[in-house]
C-alpha cells in the first residue's frame, strides 16, 4: 500500500504503532520533482541530512546530472527510511538562482566578480601580512556546523598548526556547545551517552527544554509510533510553549524563562528526599553526592514553585514521574542551552541520571542534543573552541601526542589558553585585535544576539572579512571576499549525527558555476599559505574527502571519537555506524559508559572542569584531589536570577526559538518553495492572556522592542505562558529590499535584532531566551492572520482564526511500508 | 576591642569594598559582556558576606553597616558606562581591563586571607556560630580570586600582544 500525504500539513506523516522493546517498523518516504517518476531515475546516490541534528539517511535521485528527489533510507537505524518536511523539500534549494557562482571581491565599495586565483590571493596575501605585522592572534576563523568532517578537520589543522591562531570556533557555539561542556562537567569528556535506540525502550522520556516535534520530527515520529502501540512511554515536557510535546506529556511544566536550575534543584530534592536513589551506582560510579545533597537540601517544590511560576504539585508529580520509573531518556536542547544559567542546568539533568543510576542501558540514558547536523564533528574535530579527539589543552601530554600527530613541535599549537570562544572573538575583532575573520558556512549577521553591533563589528573598515557560503547571505552582502561553496549533494563527506551515528555522503551532482567544496577551499588556501610541518613538508599531506579522512581517523585513533574501524566503503555498505568504532567494536558503540566512566581519569579526561556559575577554570591540582579514580562529578549549582527581569518599560519576557519548516537562518529552507509558503514571515506569539488584557488579536501589526532594538511583526495569540513572548529566529533580510538588515523600507524582522549579549560563563554559550521586551501596537490586522504555522506549537489558540497549514499537491510524498533488516537492529535485546 | 572584632570589621570593609569595585567594574567594562555580568553576579556575593559579617558583629556587640546599595552610584555609573561604550572599538581598554581584573583578584586575595584568620580564631576561642560563618563565605571568595584569575590567563595573550 502507498500512501501520498501532504507532509507540509501532517509534518510527521502517518503512524506505525509499535510496542515497548519492539523494533520501529520501517517506512520509506520519498519526495520526488513533479512529473518525476520513481522508474525514471537514474541513479540513487547515498546521504544524510544537513538540515537538523538527526542525521536520517537518504538517497539522492539524479537523473541527467540534476538531483531531481530525495527518498529515506530503509536500512538505517536512525530513521528506518522516515524523512522530516525539511529533509523532503530542502534538497530544491541547491538549484535556486541566485546561487552564488563565482568569488567576489570588493572593489570600491562594491562587491564585483572575479576569478578563483585573484579572490585566493587577496585572502592569502592579507593572512601574510597580518602574520607578519601582527601575528596568528589577528586572525580568527568562524564555521559552521554544517560542513562534513573532513572539512572541520584540515581547517583545524590549518587554524592551529598552520595559522597558530587560538581563535577558531563554529556557530555550534549558538547550537551545542552547552552540550558538550555539561559532558565534560559531569563526565570528564564530551561524547553522547545514549542511542537513539533508547526511544525503542524507555518507560519514562523527559524532554527539557526540547521542542523534538520540531526540531528531530523523525525521532518524534518514533515516539508517535511508541504512544500509539503497547506499553507507551509517558513524557514529561519542560517548554513554556504549547509544543506537541506538551500536548501528548503526562506532566507538562510551562517555567518562567530563566528558572531551569531552580526547577532541577527541586526535581533533585524530591529525588533525594524519597529516596529514589540508586546508591550503588552511586558509590561505585561518582563523586559528589554529598555535596549535590546538601546544595538541594532547601530546594524544595514550594521554594521552585515561587521561582518557576509553575505550581508545587506538578513539580512533585514531575519527580515521581522520573524519579520511579525503571527506565528514564532524558534529552536536552536549546531551551536550557540557550538559557539563563545553561550548563549549570544541563549538568543537573546528568545529575539525576546519575544519582538514579540511569545510563548505559537500552531505555535508560542521556541525549544532551545538538541543533545543527554535523554540529558532533566540528567538537571531535576540534573546529569549535576544543582540540582535535577530544584532547585537553591543560594537559601537556595531550598536546605533544597531538604535535605528533600533526609532526609539529608542541609550542606551534596555542594552548596557553582555552580556544577562543565565538563571542569573544566578535569581542576581539570589535576592539580590533583581530583583523581578519573568515566566515564558513554561517550567517552571524542573522544568527547572532544584538545584530545592531554584529553588523557595526562586520561592517569595520579595519576587518577584512571572507565569506564562504551558497548564497549572497546577510554577512556575505557586508564582506571584503566572497567565495562561492559547493553543498550537500555536490560533494562528498562524512557526518556524525547527536547520537554519534557517521554517514557518508556523496557528491550526486555538479556544483553551479564554478562554485567548490569547502575542503577544495580550504585546501588551496593551506597550499598557497604554504604552511610546514617540523620536517619542512608539507603541514596537510591529503588532497581529497577519503584521504582527509583517512587523516582524521589517525588523530582519533585511541581516542573517546575513535574511528579507526570506519572507512568510506564500509560506511558505504552498512548506513549508519556510531562511533567509537575500532578493532574491540567494529561495528560501532551503541551507548558509552556501559561498565563505568570510561574518560573521566585525569590523565585522560578533556578537562578538568569549570565553576558552573563564574566560568572559571579549575586546575589539574583540584580535579586530581576531587575526582582521583575518574568517576562521574555530581556538580551542584545555586540557583540565581536571571541577568535582565521584565520591569515597567519593558514587561515581557522574550524567547526566541525553532519551527520545523525552516532551518537556521533560513538560507535554504528560504528557498525551497514548500517550506517557504509554510512559514514565509515572522510572527510573534502571545499568551491569550496578554493579548485580551492588552485588546490585541490575531494578525494584529506589533513592534517587539528591547534595550538592543526592535522587530515588527504579526501576532498570533497561542496558549504560550503569560508574560512571555516568542519569536522565530530564523528571518533575516535576503528576501526584503534592503538585503543585509532592516532599512528605511524595511523594518526589523529578525528575532536577534532584540536580543541580549550575554552567554553562560561555562559553556560561552549566548543566550537567546533571556531577553525582555516591550509590546507596542502599529497597526491593526486587516483580517489577514499572522504568517505562523497552525500544525506546531504556533498552532492559535481559537481554533478557526487562521487557515489550516498545508502544501497540496505540491507537497505530496510517498509514504511505503518496508521491512527493516533485522539483522542490524540493536534494539530488542 | 578584640582581635575577632578587629578582624571582623576588617573583614567587613574588605567585602564592602569588594562588593562596590565589582559593580564599579561591570559598569567601566560593559562592553566587555561576560565581565560585566559575571561581575555584577559576584558583587551579590560579597554584599551577602557584608550582610552576615554586620550580624555576626552584632553578636559580639559591634555595630558594623549595611552592605553599599544594590544599584552602582547614578552619576558616575551612567558616567561610566556611557564612557565604555565611547571606546567600545578601541583596543587600549583591554590594558584598563586587565589592571582591573587584578585589583580585583589582589582585593578578595586579601578577604580570603582574612577569611582565613577569622575561621582559624573562632576555632580557637570555639565559637561556632563564626566558623561557620567563614567556612560558608570563605569558598565564594575563593571562586571569585579564581574567577579573576581564569579571565586574566584567558585574556592577557590577546590583549597584551594586540597593543
Ligand atoms: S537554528 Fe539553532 S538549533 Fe538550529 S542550527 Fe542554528 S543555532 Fe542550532
Redesign the interface.
Known amino acids: 500500500m502507498e500512501d501520498a500525504t501532504d507532509r507540509i500539513a501532517q509534518p510527521w506523516g502517518g503512524r506505525v504503532p509499535y510496542g515497548r522493546h519492539e523494533t520501529w517498523p520501517a517506512r520509506v518516504d520519498t519526495f520526488l520533482a513533479d512529473g518525476v517518476e520513481p522508474e525514471a531515475v537514474q541513479r540513487w546516490v547515498q546521504s544524510a541530512s544537513i538540515l537538523h541534528s538527526d542525521g536520517d539517511a537518504m538517497d539522492i535521485a539524479v537523473t541527467d546530472g540534476r538531483m531531481v528527489g530525495v527518498r529515506g533510507r530503509d536500512v538505517d537505524r536512525v530513521n528506518r527510511g522516515r524523512l522530516g518536511p525539511k529533509d523532503l523539500f530542502g534538497w530544491q534549494a541547491n538549484a535556486s538562482r541566485d546561487r552564488l557562482t563565482r568569488p567576489l571581491v570588493r572593489r570600491d565599495g562594491r562587491l564585483v566578480e572575479t576569478d578563483w586565483d585573484t579572490a585566493m590571493d587577496v585572502v592569502a596575501a592579507r593572512s601574510r601580512e597580518l602574520l607578519d605585522r601582527?601575528?596568528p592572534?589577528?586572525i580568527g576563523f568562524y564555521t559552521s556546523g554544517q560542513l562534513f568532517l573532513e572539512e572541520y578537520y584540515t581547517l583545524a589543522v590549518l587554524a592551529r598548526a598552520g595559522i597558530g591562531t587560538?581563535h577558531l570556533d563554529g556557530n555550534t557555539r549558538l547550537c551545542t556547545a552547552t552540550a558538550a561542556e555539561a559532558l565534560k562537567e559531569t563526565f570528564g569528556c564530551d561524547g553522547q551517552p545514549g542511542s537513539y535506540d533508547d526511544f525503542d525502550h524507555a518507560d519514562v522520556i523527559a524532554l527539557f527544554g526540547h521542542n523534538i516535534a520540531e526540531t528531530q520530527p523523525v525521532q518524534w515520529m518514533r515516539l508517535l509510533d511508541r504512544m500509539e502501540g503497547a506499553d507507551p512511554p509517558r513524557l514529561l515536557c519542560v517548554d513554556p510553549r504549547p509544543t506537541r510535546v506538551a500536548q501528548h506529556a503526562a506532566v507538562h511544566l510551562a517555567p518562567r524563562g530563566g528558572t531551569n536550575v531552580a526547577l532541577l534543584n527541586a526535581l533533585l530534592h524530591e529525588t533525594i528526599r524519597h529516596d529514589r536513589i540508586d546508591r550503588d551506582f552511586v558509590d561505585a560510579h561518582t563523586v559528589g553526592f554529598e555535596e549535590l545533597a546538601e546544595r538541594v537540601a532547601d530546594c524544595t517544590p514550594k521554594w521552585a514553585a515561587d521561582i518557576c511560576d509553575v505550581p508545587a504539585a506538578r513539580i512533585e508529580e514531575a519527580a515521581e514521574l522520573v524519579g520511579t520509573t525503571d527506565a528514564l531518556v532524558s534529552t536536552v536542547l536549546q531551551g536550557v542551552y540557550q538559557s539563563h544559567q545553561a550548563t549549570a542546568a544541563a549538568v543537573q539533568i546528568n545529575n539525576l541520571h546519575l544519582i538514579r543510576g540511569m545510563l548505559g542501558r537500552p531505555g535508560a540514558g542521556l541525549l544532551q542534543m545538538n541543533g545543527q547536523p554535523t554540529a558532533q564533528n566540528t567538537r571531535e574535530c576540534g573546529a569549535n573552541g576544543d582540540l582535535p579527539g577530544f584532547r585537553n589543552w591543560q594537559n601537556d601530554t595531550h598536546v605533544a601526542d597531538l604535535a605528533k600527530v600533526w609532526n609539529v613541535e608542541p609550542e606551534t599549537i596555542p594552548h596557553?589558553?582555552?580556544p577562543?570562544h565565538a563571542?569573544?572573538m566578535y569581542?576581539?575583532a570589535?576592539?580590533?585585535?583581530i583583523r581578519m575573520l573568515w566566515i564558513s558556512g554561517t550567517n552571524p549577521a542573522v544568527s547572532l544576539p544584538e545584530l545592531s553591533r554584529i553588523r557595526s563589528i562586520l561592517t569595520?573598515e579595519r576587518l577584512f572579512t571572507v565569506v564562504q557560503d551558497l548564497f549572497l547571505t546577510e554577512t556575505a552582502q557586508l564582506a571584503d571576499v566572497v567565495l562561492p561553496a559547493a553543498t550537500w549533494g555536490e560533494k562528498t563527506g562524512a557526518l556524525t549525527n547527536a547520537d554519534r551515528t557517521v554517514h557518508l555522503s556523496e557528491k550526486a551532482v555538479e556544483p553551479p558555476g564554478e562554485a567548490r567544496p569547502d575542503l577544495d577551499i580550504f585546501l588551496d588556501y593551506a597550499r598557497r599559505m604554504d604552511f610546514r610541518d617540523k620536517d619542512g613538508g608539507p603541514l596537510i599531506t591529503w588532497d581529497d574527502p577519503e584521504s582527509a579522512f583517512e587523516a582524521w581517523k589517525r588523530c582519533s585513533a585511541g581516542r573517546p571519537c575513535d574511528y579507526t574501524g570506519l572507512s568510506y566503503a564500509k560506511l558505504r555498505d552498512t548506513s549508519g555506524i556510531q562511533w567509537p568504532c575500532d578493532e574491540e567494536s567494529p561495528e560501532g558503540t551503541a551507548r558509552l559508559y556501559t561498565d563505568g566512566i570510561d574518560w573521566a581519569h585525569p590523565d585522560l579526561c578533556e578537562s578538568y572542569g569549570k565553576?558552573l556559575?563564574?566560568?572559571?577554570?579549575?586546575e589539574v591540582v583540584e580535579y586530581r584531589s576531587l575526582n582521583p579514580d575518574g568517576k562521574a562529578v555530581l556538580k551542584a549549582a545555586a540557583y540565581?536570577p536571571p541577568?535582565e527581569e521584565p520591569d515597567e518599560e519593558y514587561p515581557f519576557q522574550l524567547t526566541t526559538g525553532r519551527t520545523i519548516y525552516q532551518f537556521h537562518t533560513r538560507t535554504k529552507t528560504g528557498r525551497a518553495p514548500q517550506l517557504d509558503a509554510a512559514a514565509p514571515d515572522v510572527w510573534v506569539e502571545i499568551s491569550t492572556a496578554d493579548a485580551d488584557r492588552l485588546g490585541l488579536g490575531e494578525g494584529d501589526l506589533v513592534d517587539v522592542t528591547s534595550r538592543r532594538g526592535a522587530l515588527r511583526g504579526r501576532l498570533r495569540p497561542t496558549g504560550i505562558r503569560p508574560g512571555l513572548l516568542f519569536v522565530p529566529f530564523h528571518y533575516g533580510y535576503w528576501d526584503t529590499d534592503d538585503g543585509s538588515g532592516p532599512g528605511p523600507d524595511t523594518p526589523g524582522r529578525a528575532a536577534n535584532e532584540a536580543t541580549i549579549?550575554?552567554?553562560d560563563?561555562a559553556s560561552?554559550q549566548p543566550l537567546f531566551k533571556t531577553a525582555t521586551a516591550a509590546l507596542t501596537l502599529v497597526e491593526r490586522g486587516d483580517g489577514r492572520p499572522s504568517p505562523a504555522p497552525t500544525t506546531t506549537a504556533s498552532a492559535p489558540a481559537t481554533a478557526g482564526v487562521a487557515r489550516p497549514t498545508a502544501g497540496g499537491p505540491a507537497a505530496h510524498t510517498a509514504q511505503t511500508p518496508a521491512e527493516f533488516p533485522h539483522g542490524r537492529e540493536e534494539g530488542a535485546q | 576591642m578584640n582581635g575577632i572584632t578587629l578582624t571582623l570589621r576588617t573583614l567587613h570593609r574588605g567585602e564592602r569594598h569588594l562588593a562596590h569595585d565589582l559593580v564599579t567594574v561591570a559598569e567601566r567594562h560593559r562592553?566587555?559582556?561576560?565581565v560585566h555580568?559575571?561581575a555584577?553576579?559576584?558583587a551579590?556575593w560579597s554584599r551577602e558576606h557584608v550582610r552576615r559579617l554586620a550580624e555576626a558583629a552584632a553578636g559580639h556587640d559591634v555595630k558594623l553597616g549595611d552592605p553599599p546599595d544594590h544599584s552602582p552610584d547614578g552619576v558616575f555609573a551612567t558616567l561610566r558606562k556611557k564612557a565604555s561604550e565611547a571606546v567600545?572599538?578601541?583596543?587600549e581598554?583591554?590594558l584598563l581591563l586587565l589592571r582591573d581584573l587584578r585589583e580585583l583578584h589582589v582585593a578578595a586575595a586579601e578577604n580570603s586571607l582574612h577569611w582565613e584568620m577569622l575561621a582559624q580564631a573562632a576555632q580557637a576561642s570555639r565559637d561556632s556560630g563564626l566558623l561557620e560563618l567563614a567556612s560558608s563565605c570563605h569558598p565564594q571568595t575563593l571562586?571569585?580570586m579564581?574567577?579573576t584569575?581564569?579571565m586574566i590567563?584567558?585574556l592577557s595573550?590577546?590583549?597584551l600582544?594586540?597593543l
Request: glycine residues 8%.
Open positions: 601582527r601575528g592572534g589577528s587560538n596557553f589558553a582555552p577562543t563571542m569573544q569581542r576581539y570589535e576592539q580590533g585585535s569595520q565553576d556559575e563564574t566560568g572559571a577554570s579549575q540565581r541577568h549579549t550575554d552567554w560563563p560561552k | 562592553t566587555e559582556h561576560e555580568h559575571v555584577t553576579d559576584l551579590v567600545v572599538h578601541r583596543p581598554p583591554g571562586r571569585q579564581r574567577w584569575n581564569t590567563k584567558n595573550p590577546q590583549l600582544n594586540s
